[in-house]
C-alpha cells in the first residue's frame, strides 16, 4: 500500500490592530468589545466617544 501523507495546513497567525489608534495589539494585554480589539480601555473609550461624536453630527446634519 501507498504510503499516505498528508501536509498540515499552514496557520497564519493573524495581526490585529487596534480599533482606536490602529496600533498591532500584543496577544498577552488586549481588550475586546463590541467585536473588535483594542490596545487597553482608553483606546476603546476613545473609540466609542468617537463613535458617539460622528452619529450626533450626522444626527445634526440631518435635522437641518
Do not use: H, L
Not at 500500500?1 to 495546513?9: F, G, K
Not at 468589545?33 to 480601555?41: E, I, Q
Not at 466609542?48 to 437641518?64: H, M, R, T, V, W
Amino acid at each position: 500500500m501507498a504510503e499516505q501523507t498528508q501536509a498540515a495546513p499552514e496557520e497564519k497567525s493573524a495581526r490585529i490592530n487596534c480599533g482606536a489608534c490602529g496600533k498591532p495589539v500584543k496577544r498577552i494585554k488586549r481588550y475586546y468589545r463590541n467585536g473588535k480589539f483594542y490596545c487597553d480601555k482608553n483606546c476603546w473609550r476613545k473609540a466609542i466617544k468617537k463613535a458617539k461624536d460622528a452619529k450626533e453630527a450626522k444626527e445634526k446634519e440631518g435635522s437641518k
